[in-house]
C-alpha cells in the first residue's frame, strides 16, 4: 500500500541555520503530497503542498519539491527561527481514495 | 474562529469504560475523518465520513465505532477502552468530493485520552 517515510529526529538547530527534513514515498497513483506541522499542543496545520511532478510549494519560507523520478519531497527553510519548533509531518493523498496518510514525524527544535 | 472544534481538550476515563470524544465543525464540510496519534507516531486514520458514507479502515479494532448525526458533528464512541487506546484523537474535516483527491485537511486541537 501507499506509504510514507521520514527522516527521523530530534532534529535540534541553532537559530538562522538550514533546515532540511527529507521525505520519501510509495504510491501506486500520482498522488499530491503536503507538508503537516503540528504546534505543540495543537492539530495539524497544513504547511505546502504540491499535486504534480516539479510543482514546488512554499509558505512560510519553507519550500518542497515534487520528485517523480525520487519520489520524494523534501521540506527545506534557510533560516530556521524558534518559532518553527514543531513536529513536522510529510504526507501523501491519492486519487484513488478521499483520504491523507502521513508519515511518522520529524521533531524539530530551534534554539536561540 | 475555531473551525473545527473537539471537546473536551482531555479525556480520562477507567479500564472497560465506555467513553465519548466529540467534533463538530463550522466549514460544513462533507467529509469528516478521525485519526487517533500516539505519542511521537505519525497520525493513523481510524475512519472517515463521506456525507452519511461510513468508511472503516481494515484495522480500525471493532471497540471503535463513530457516530455522524448531520454534517456538523461526529463523535467517536469507545466500547470498552484498554490501556493501549490511551492518545490523543485527532478530527479532521475536508471538502473534497469522494472522486478526488484530497488536498487540505483541517483539524481540531485533539482530544487527549488517558486510560487508568
Known amino acids: 500500500g501507499d506509504s510514507v517515510t521520514q527522516m527521523e529526529g530530534p532534529v535540534t538547530l541553532s537559530e538562522e541555520a538550514f533546515l532540511t527534513i527529507n521525505c520519501t514515498y510509495t504510491?501506486?497513483?500520482?498522488?499530491?503530497l503536503f507538508w503537516y506541522v503540528q504546534y505543540p499542543g495543537e492539530g495539524l496545520q497544513l504547511l505546502l503542498k504540491?499535486?504534480?511532478?516539479?510543482d514546488k510549494g512554499s509558505n512560510k519560507g519553507f519550500e518542497a519539491t515534487y520528485r517523480k523520478e525520487t519520489t520524494s519531497f523534501h521540506l527545506e527553510k534557510g533560516s530556521v527561527q524558534v518559532s518553527d519548533s514543531a513536529v513536522y509531518f510529510c504526507?501523501?493523498?491519492?486519487?484513488?481514495?478521499?483520504?491523507?496518510?502521513f508519515g511518522p514525524g520529524t521533531s524539530l527544535s530551534v534554539i536561540p | 474562529d475555531a473551525m473545527v472544534i473537539q471537546n473536551p481538550r482531555y479525556q480520562v476515563t477507567q479500564f472497560g469504560k465506555p467513553v465519548t470524544l466529540s467534533c463538530s465543525q463550522t466549514?460544513?464540510?462533507?467529509?469528516m475523518y478521525w485519526y487517533q496519534q500516539k505519542s511521537s507516531q505519525a497520525p493513523k486514520l481510524l475512519f472517515h465520513?463521506?456525507?452519511?458514507?461510513?468508511?472503516n479502515e481494515a484495522d480500525t479494532p471493532d471497540n471503535f465505532q463513530s457516530r455522524r448525526p448531520n454534517t456538523s458533528f461526529c463523535f467517536l464512541d469507545i466500547r470498552s477502552p484498554g490501556l493501549g487506546d490511551a492518545a490523543m484523537y485527532l478530527c479532521?474535516?475536508?471538502?473534497?468530493?469522494?472522486?478526488?483527491?484530497?488536498?487540505?485537511?483541517?483539524f481540531g486541537s485533539g482530544t487527549q485520552l488517558s486510560v487508568l
Open positions: 479532521a474535516t475536508s471538502a473534497e468530493g469522494q472522486t478526488g483527491v484530497t488536498e487540505k485537511l483541517f
Open positions: 466549514l460544513n464540510h462533507n467529509v
Open positions: 504510491a501506486t497513483g500520482y498522488p499530491s
Open positions: 504526507a501523501l493523498s491519492d486519487s484513488s481514495y478521499d483520504k491523507v496518510i
Open positions: 465520513y463521506y456525507d452519511k458514507d461510513f468508511n
Open positions: 504540491a499535486t504534480k511532478a516539479d
